[in-house]
């Protein structure tokens, strides 16, 4: 294999006309990976302050039929999950996280919303799952892959159920990736970051969009306006340094 | 995927002629364009964020093999392989061996267009391994045994009842009256087929938009979340992709991404965008075991060295095709092979040879369009003159065809010759028209007035009209 590349490589080499690149570009090339520089961002997100980015982030999620309801507390999280399931029809049974932000969130108050923490498997109708930014500027959600949060409760179950804290909403992708950086440093990524726009969609027949192709039919954005996350982001940090 | 690219004019004439391909046409020639523009005018930046973006693209082209250096090493880091394949059987072999390593009987797919290039499909049937289409588009033309006619939506030349009378064709343990007159139907029947193949599948292969160099990541967009189940579930995660795809940056990158889905699709950001980075991690619960980089060049690092580099930035976002009056009046499969549209009337020539492909950088009318809406602003009639030139250069148009555009080459070189025939073709032609105004034929120029007529001449050139404006 090593000489498949040697040809491919060399190839390129030799199209553009010159050897391996001196050791002065390839520092130059380095220090412009380092430095993150953004390139335009548009001014729509970021010319905004906080309660507006919010409004943004609402109005985008529901402009590609996400479903958002905003709370004031976390003790207010299992009234709005049970309001949903119960209005869309839904079993009262969960498939989530095991993220210990979703420990400070006293269940018990619904005892008829069974809650089982783990990966989604094929008959799970309803996952609950945080998310780790929320994009203003087009109303997408980024979530990353870990132990405690596994990529199946995204995509396999029908609904998905996402909670984000307003201290978690961003202008851009950029503060997103910049958020994660702060956390882990500048080594490897996480295996999956999923940045989610509304639910699933196909417009494959005839252009006409239908929700649900593969993916969840209903997303669901619960909004949580307190600050909480604050001690449990710490202790996760904490996991997640152990892992490097 | 067998060319069929020397066939154009008699495709492209049954192209014309198909009802229900007219039909399907008639849908998206609108709804794109529209689409496009509703998203561009509501971001005052994406002319600039254009020019970014092919700014990134040159600068990486420039280095391209420091980026797959870095980009391969990063891979490696992260638990993951790259298998560098200069063509497309080397592609297909490096799969097989994955494939054959972990005893894969069946492969879910997501959409690929480098797939469709190395002819996977056929190559992992040979050997005995069944591969399952997974994007709704993909899946039907899988069933009905076609080629893609577009590169995001695959089975645009369909109509509903087509999809309809395919899947009661091939779904035969559903009941034969079920109603499927609308595309929720057939939405929901395809999501219900595929849900075990997902769960059941060995190996996933996705295709890639971008490849980050700095982190070693993949990223597919998406729609329908096919392209995640199918990475996330099997036991191995293939990517199918090639050498141009590669970014420096999540930043270059980010860039890239706002025009995509703008361009492509109209939508501010597709539903799903993923970043994936090498194999499940110790602890997790879910994620493939291995992870796999299929590096296909099949020809590209040869273009960088041409008049054809530019080529090289192309994101694949269509809108080229959604924006071409040619493609929108014959189809994608008139061009006869993976890449249709003015992006395919340049990339064909360049991977499968001028010799084959000839007729599509001439099925052109050079309106320019493809190029006005290029989000990493690709020159692609200037390309395609490229390749009429190296076309006559080779001698390959037919010989009465080369004499003509001699003649005519010989007399355009003499202006005052060539004046004096335009001026006298057209006092002819206006005095012999002067009644009717057109012609109902015309020698020399039956294969416009078979179909049309064609309007005679006001009597004078625009030449002779012009000197006589500025006396």
């Known amino acids: 294999m090593s000489e498949a590349r040697e040809r491919i490589l060399g190839g390129i080499r030799n199209a553009l006309g010159r050897g391996q690149l001196d050791p002065n570009t390839q520092a130059q090339l380095r220090a412009r ?5 953004r390139n335009l961002i548009p001014a729509r997100a970021t010319a905004l302050d906080d309660a507006r980015s919010v409004d943004l982030f609402i109005a985008m999620a529901e402009e590609v039929q996400a479903t958002v309801a905003r709370v004031g507390a976390f003790s207010a999280v299992p009234d709005e999950v049970a309001r949903y399931v119960a209005a869309e029809n839904l079993p009262a049974e969960l498939v989530a996280a095991l993220d210990p932000n979703l420990d400070v969130i006293p269940w018990e108050m619904r005892p008829l919303l069974r809650i089982r923490r783990g990966r989604a498997e094929a008959e799970d109708k309803v996952s609950l799952t945080p998310c780790h930014s929320a994009i203003a500027e087009t109303g997408t959600l980024m979530l990353v892959s870990g132990r405690e949060t596994p990529t199946t409760l995204n995509f396999l179950p029908d609904t998905h159920i996402v909670l984000v804290c307003r201290c978690q909403i961003v202008a851009t992708y950029e503060d997103g990736f910049d958020r994660l950086r702060a956390e882990r440093g500048t080594g490897r990524l996480p295996r999956a970051i999923n940045f989610i726009t509304g639910p699933s969609r196909t417009a494959d027949i005839e252009q006409r969009i239908e929700l649900g192709a593969h993916g969840p039919r209903r997303l669901h954005i619960v909004l949580v306006e307190e ?10 940090q904490q996991h997640k340094g152990a892992e490097r | 995927m067998l060319a069929t690219s020397r066939n154009f004019e008699a495709n492209a004439r049954a192209g014309l002629a198909d009802d229900n391909l007219q039909r399907a046409l008639g849908l998206a020639r609108t ?12 971001l005052p930046e994406f002319e600039e964020l254009r020019e970014e973006g092919r700014a990134i693209k040159d600068h990486t082209l420039a280095h391209l093999d420091f980026y ?31 494939c054959r390593s972990v005893g894969a009987k069946t492969v879910t797919k997501g959409k690929s267009m480098v797939a469709e290039e190395v002819g996977l499909n056929e190559f992992l049937e040979a050997n005995g391994i069944t591969p399952i289409e997974t994007d709704l588009g993909e899946y039907i033309i899988q069933l009905r045994h076609e080629p893609p006619s577009h590169i995001i939506a695959p089975a645009i030349h369909l109509v509903k009842e087509q999809v309809a009378e395919t899947f009661r ?12 007159s609308e595309p929720r139907q057939m939405c929901d029947e395809a999501r219900a087929m595929l849900r075990p193949r997902f769960l059941a599948a060995d190996v996933g292969i996705t295709g890639a938009n971008f490849l980050v160099a700095e982190t070693g990541s993949s990223i597919i967009v998406t729609n329908e979340g096919n392209g995640d189940l199918t990475q996330t579930l099997p036991r191995v995660h293939i990517v199918m992709t090639s050498i141009e795809k590669v970014v420096p940056t999540l930043e270059d990158a980010a860039t890239l991404l706002r025009l995509l889905a703008r361009s492509a699709t109209g939508q501010e950001f597709s539903s799903y965008t993923t970043i994936s980075t090498g194999p499940r991690r110790p602890g997790d619960l879910d994620g493939p075991e291995q992870y796999h980089v299929i590096l296909l060049d099949n020809g590209r690092s040869a273009l960088l060295g041409t008049e054809f580099r530019d080529m090289l930035r192309c994101i694949r976002c269509a809108a080229c095709l ?14 006869g092979w993976v ?11 360049s991977l499968i040879g001028i010799e084959e492909a000839g007729h599509l950088p001439n099925a052109s009318t050079f309106c320019g369009r493809c190029e006005s809406v290029c989000p990493v602003k690709i020159p692609l009639p200037k390309m395609m003159r490229h390749w009429r030139d190296r076309e006559f250069a080779k001698r390959l148009n037919p010989p009465v065809y080369r004499s003509a555009l001699s003649l005519w080459a010989w007399t355009a070189r003499r202006p005052a010759l060539y004046h004096a025939v335009a001026e006298l073709a057209a006092r002819t032609l206006g005095w012999a028209g002067r009644y009717r105004g057109r012609f109902r034929s015309l020698p020399l120029a039956n294969g416009w007035t078979a179909v049309r007529d064609m309007p005679a001449p006001e009597g004078r050139s625009f030449h002779s009209l012009w000197a006589e404006r500025r006396k």
């Open chain 2, 68 to 98: 797959l250096e870095l980009y391969e090493s990063n891979v490696v880091a992260s638990g993951g392989k790259v298998h560098w394949a200069p063509t497309p059987q080397e592609a297909c072999a490096a799969v097989r061996q994955i």
């Open chain 2, 169 to 180: 064709a091939e779904h035969h343990a559903l009941d034969p009256a079920r109603s499927l």
């Open chain 1, 227 to 236: 600050d909480r996350v604050t001690a449990s982001v710490e202790k996760s």
């Open chain 2, 322 to 335: 959604n924006h071409c009056p040619v493609y929108a009046a014959v189809g994608g499969h008139a061009y």
């Open chain 2, 339 to 349: 890449y249709p549209g003015p992006m395919g009337a340049v990339l064909t020539p």
């Open chain 1, 33 to 37: 990976l380092a430095a993150h520089s």
């Open chain 2, 31 to 42: 709804g794109f364009p529209l689409r496009r523009r509703l998203a561009t005018e509501r």
